[in-house]
């Protein structure tokens, strides 16, 4: 079993700069592929970063890539995600995943373990 427990979310101005963290359970955190996805109100929940294991590879979405950094902490079993450059679009609950057989995939489908979600609030 893992559990995940994120948080970093709240209301942040366009332009500005926000890092959630998930924090998993787990002794072979190591051995997980990690992901972050996110849900705005009325839309279906799309994939925004994935990293693996070793955090030797990531993989982003178009909408974010050179805004957002994902990263991991395999001794803190943690895993963040540093946005930038933040716009109104970005306002989304964010949740991380995570995939039990360490491949790199953007399906939230083939994610095995879901957080309870934050909240990220971006004002114009």
């Known amino acids: 079993q893992v559990q995940l427990v994120e948080s970093g979310g709240g209301l942040v101005q366009a332009g500005g700069s926000l890092r959630v963290s998930c924090a998993a359970s787990g002794r072979t955190f190591s051995s997980y592929t990690m992901g972050w996805f996110r849900q705005a109100p009325g839309k279906e929940r799309e994939f925004v970063a994935a990293?693996?294991?070793?955090?030797?590879?990531?993989y982003y979405a178009d909408s974010v890539k050179g805004r957002f950094t994902i990263s991991r902490d395999n001794a803190k079993n943690t895993v963040y995600l540093q946005m930038n450059s933040l716009k109104p679009a970005d306002t989304a609950v964010y949740y991380c995943a995570a995939d039990l057989t360490g491949a790199l995939r953007i399906s939230q489908y083939d994610y095995n373990y879901w957080g309870q979600g934050t909240q990220v609030t971006i004002s114009s």
């Open positions: 990293i693996s294991w070793s955090g030797g590879s990531t």
